[in-house]
């Protein structure tokens, strides 16, 4: 059965401090809720993020890095490697986030090295995908998705496919306080779905988690969450606080 997930990704968000803050609410605001196959998972920057694996450590808390360097190691200043994130206790990353597709260039073909990547050291991956405005207008939303998807991660195997969760984040919806539909959430869903079950058996389709990303909050969460192929969603501006976060954790 494949698990339901509410993920966070706190992009440049939070210092240090706040990053204490915000785990302790958390654990008070979680402590005795049955999570049933559900995941709760927080993206603190890099800086944080030892400190927040260390303090969500024996708790249902778990703690993703934002993004990774597509090389092991060596002369790329600045950059983050799968197997630092490994050495703070961190299992899973984001990837393909349409910010660092946007402003920092990351194409298809990179993010299919920084999944090779990441899976080489074992993490788990939130592949990040989505369609611009434009595209939706011209109705090539499907058709952009589909080649998001094949191109970074339809060259992995089945049994690799155990460490993917999926997250369709229309560009236009994320960060705007504009939503997909639950309808319009659903049918992209089914379509991705779909489109994982041509190329694998269906044990890959069927235990995929396929997140839904761009202005989920509080007062939304629970018609998109109640779709059939949503099996969560990767939340910004509405993670960023403890008690809405443990809203949208009880959404689901
Ligand atoms: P948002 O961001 O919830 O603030 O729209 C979602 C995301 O970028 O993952």
């Given at each position: ?9 706190w992009?440049?968000?939070?210092t ?12 008070d ?20 993020l ?19 360097h ?9 950059e ?5 994130i ?32 990441a899976l ?10 989505g ?6 207008k ?30 369709y ?8 306080g ?28 069927e ?8 202005s ?9 969450f ?11 501006g ?9 809203a ?5």
């Amino acid at each position: 059965m494949r698990s339901k997930i509410v993920a966070g990704n706190w992009k440049m968000n939070k210092t240090y401090g706040e990053t204490k803050k915000f785990v302790n609410e958390l654990k008070d605001a979680v402590k005795g809720l049955k999570l049933k196959n559900t995941r709760m998972i927080i993206a603190p920057p890099f800086t944080n993020l030892q400190k927040a694996s260390k303090k969500t450590k024996d708790t249902r808390i778990e703690v993703a890095a934002q993004n990774m360097h597509q090389a092991e190691s060596g002369a790329y200043t600045g950059e983050i490697s799968a197997s630092m994130i490994k050495s703070v206790h961190v299992k899973t990353v984001i990837l393909g986030h349409s910010e660092r597709r946007e402003y920092f260039g990351e194409t298809n073909e990179l993010l299919a090295q920084k999944v090779d990547t990441a899976l080489k050291n074992d993490l788990e991956i939130i592949f990040c995908f989505g369609e611009v405005l434009e595209d939706r207008k011209d109705e090539n939303h499907f058709k952009v998705v589909e080649e998001q998807i094949r191109k970074a991660l339809f060259h992995l195997t089945s049994d690799q496919w155990k460490k993917i969760i999926l997250a369709y984040e229309p560009v236009w919806a994320i960060g705007t306080g504009e939503t997909a539909s639950p309808e319009q959430a659903q049918e992209m869903h089914a379509f991705i779905r779909e489109l994982v079950a041509e190329r694998y058996i269906s044990d890959v389709s069927e235990n995929v988690s396929i997140l839904y990303g761009g202005s989920v909050k509080p007062a939304n969460a629970k018609e998109i969450f109640s779709q059939e192929d949503v099996d969560g969603g990767l939340i910004g501006g509405a993670a960023l606080n403890a008690e809405d976060f443990t809203a949208l954790i009880k959404a689901i």
